[in-house]
């Protein structure tokens, strides 16, 4: 008896992944909750767990297949089919699926089986613009849920032509040289890069960014950081770094300037009236942004807490869609990698990101003096259509106060 296995729900609005990488190939045996396959979704990484132990008897779609929730990519044989299994041909099982009968004339009838199973959001709308009639098309999904395969499926019986694949960033570039052309490499890109370069260029070309700069003194910060870090760490079993200051300056300039932690939908202004904030985390996959949920009710532990799981579950590529979602605000820390000065591009639909840089000795008058302090550039970027120039700088100077004289976050000043 075989198990199939298809495509988990992957989250709110999220209907379709690419395989990313298969860890086994059919013939493998498989343990109960072993990840099999690594899905790659517009926001997050996923591995697929084997639902049974058994034996890997098919595979239904390659590595870089675009695949619907609810879409069968593989099957399990329970127990261990040994040799026999290993010796079944990839194509064998998947010609056996509901998928791969044959195709029907486009005036068959409408199948006797109806669902109540409403169609995929992607399917309803290539309906819609082909002009599709629902109960023609037959869902091979979980309940007889119709699929953004069956409507094209169902279009080529017809014999119309496929609607173009999903969008990817436009190819302009002319023609290599026949010399350079062999020494050059194309590699597709994968959908989280494909996403990042889509929302980077919508919030450019959506949002009205602006950005304002402002340097501040990071020695109070050091001074009260180098004093308590090891009491810091023996306590709650955590570094202490930087962000946790950030974060919890930032929170408290959100209470005064509040159009900093809103959004514009439509004609409507929505302030948030709670603090969720991103923290943007580098990847060999690309950046992601997963969120501090509530940090302004969080103490500076508790906040490095969380960064720091955060951080370890992205590089591990183990985050969740609710690890990603909601954020209101976003802090990117360009400093670690040795950035002087950036421009941070808005985390849409946010109305601002802050951009923290390096710690650099640099020349400073205190007191009448020259003196040598440890100073950083912020950057705040934001959406001006919503957030004046007075709010703006307003904010970063209140964030630049709270980090040059710590005592205000104690006290919350």
Do not use: C
């Not at 013939?27 to 990840?35: R, T």
């Not at 517009?42 to 767990?49: A, G, L, N, R």
């Not at 009236?273 to 997963?290: D, S, Y």
């Amino acid at each position: 008896m075989s198990t199939e296995v298809r495509v988990p729900t992957l989250g709110e609005s999220v209907t379709e992944a690419t395989i990313g990488q298969w860890f086994k190939k059919v013939g493998d045996a498989v343990s109960a909750d072993e990840p099999i396959v690594e899905l790659e979704t517009d926001k997050v990484t996923i591995e697929v767990p084997a639902p049974v132990s058994g034996t890997l008897e098919a595979i239904s779609v390659n590595e870089g297949d675009t695949v619907e929730v609810g879409a069968l990519i593989a099957a399990i044989a329970a127990g261990s089919a040994g040799a026999k299994a290993a010796e079944t041909p990839k194509e064998e099982p998947k010609a056996e699926a509901p998928k791969a009968e044959a195709p029907k004339p486009a005036n068959a009838p409408a199948p006797a089986t109806k669902t109540e199973m409403p169609p995929a959001p992607s399917a309803a709308k290539l309906m819609a613009e082909r002009d599709v009639e629902p109960s023609s098309v037959e869902g091979s999904g979980k309940r007889g849920q119709v699929l953004k395969e069956d409507v094209l499926k169902a279009l080529d019986n017809t014999g119309e032509a496929k609607p173009a694949a999903a969008p990817a960033p436009a190819q302009t570039r002319a023609p290599s040289k026949q010399e350079d052309g062999a020494r050059e490499e194309r590699v597709k890109m994968t959908r989280l890069r494909q996403t990042i370069a889509k929302r980077l260029k919508d919030a450019q070309s959506t949002a009205a960014m602006l950005t304002t700069f402002n340097e501040v003194d990071m020695k109070p910060v050091m001074d009260l950081r180098n004093s308590y870090k090891e009491l810091f760490e023996k306590k709650h079993g955590v570094k202490l770094g930087f962000m946790g200051f950030f974060t919890k300056a930032v929170v408290h300039a959100l209470k005064e300037i509040p159009a900093v932690n809103a959004e514009i939908d439509g004609t409507d202004i929505i302030y948030k009236n709670f603090a969720h904030i991103g923290v943007a985390v580098g990847t060999e996959k690309g950046l992601v942004v997963p969120v501090v949920r509530d940090a302004d009710q969080m103490t500076i532990a508790e906040i490095e807490k969380e960064i720091s799981r955060l951080g370890k579950a992205a590089r591990d590529g183990q985050l969740s869609m609710a690890d990603m979602q909601g954020g209101t605000f976003t802090i990117s820390n360009g400093g670690v990698y040795g950035s002087l000065m950036s421009t941070p591009i808005l985390n849409a639909p946010q109305s601002g990101i802050l951009g923290m840089h390096k710690i650099q000795d640099r020349p400073v008058v205190v007191g009448g003096q020259i003196v040598v302090r440890p100073m950083m550039y912020l950057a705040l970027s934001y959406d001006h259509r919503i957030v004046d120039g007075k709010e703006a700088v307003t904010f970063l100077v209140r964030v630049k106060e709270s980090l040059e004289d710590p005592q205000r976050l104690v006290l919350d000043l």
